[in-house]
């Protein structure tokens, strides 16, 4: 059977598990993860990394090479300059890649002479490799439809606690700075856990999730489970 892989389940598993995208892109340094989604004039520029000197940046694409691909990288190869020219953004040689599932020798030739690395990967094979490698808040989930997408629970878990005084996924969505797809997707994911239901449009707390929101640790980071939490769960 045929499974639809979305750009943002790729996307997931290169934030959370930086190690794949190094092997995607042939490089052996490590790379750090410095901005996702980072909003630019001409759109949002999926993945950014710092590696050494460099800074790679990643237009990630779930389907073959197109040449109007090569456009959009190249426009946001001038506006992160741009943005570095006027004390903006992090300094660092800006290292354009294109990732995407194939491509032609001749799109190769062509995104070279652009200076732009042009890399293929296959998703099944990404969330494969995740899944075998993935940390232990997440290793015990098997593989959802497209339209649920990879989690970190800590990220739904987060959208869980704003439940309380945030009962509209678009309200959560805003609160978290998130698209609302996204925070509906964490939240169904709470709902799979028995944290949350869904009345319809309101989301509410089960009692389940109630005991879960108390147990939550201040000090730690707002996506991050405590350990009375993950005991819970």
């Known amino acids: 059977m045929e499974v639809e892989v979305r750009e943002s389940e ?50 990630l694409k779930a389907e073959q090479f197109n040449k109007t691909f090569l456009r959009q990288v190249l426009s946001y190869r001038d506006e992160i300059s741009s943005l570095q020219q006027r004390g ?14 194939d491509f032609s020798k001749e799109a190769k030739e062509l995104a070279d002479s652009q200076g732009i690395h042009l890399c293929s990967y296959d998703p099944a094979d990404v969330l494969s490799q995740f899944y075998r490698n993935a940390p232990l808040d997440t290793k015990y989930l098997s593989v959802l439809p497209t339209d649920k997408g990879v989690w970190r629970i800590g ?34 994911l709470a709902e799979e856990l028995g944290l949350v239901y869904f009345s319809g449009r309101q989301v509410e707390l089960s009692s389940f999730g109630k005991e879960f929101i108390k147990r939550v640790d201040p000090l730690l980071p707002t996506d991050a489970l405590s350990v009375e939490q993950a005991n819970q769960l």
């Open 155 to 188: 990220l739904s878990a987060e959208s869980v606690v704003l439940v309380e005084k945030l009962s509209q996924i678009h309200l959560i969505a805003r609160a978290k700075t998130c698209s609302t797809k996204t925070a509906g997707n964490q939240l169904r």
């Open 10 to 59: 790729i996307e997931d598993v290169f934030a959370q598990y930086p190690e794949l995208l190094k092997r995607v892109l042939g490089i052996s340094e490590d790379i750090y993860l410095l901005a996702r989604q980072k909003p630019l004039p001409s759109g949002r520029l999926d993945l950014v990394y710092s590696c050494m000197s460099n800074l790679l940046l990643i237009e």
């Open 88 to 101: 903006k953004f992090v300094i660092g040689d800006v290292m354009p890649y294109l990732v995407c599932t």
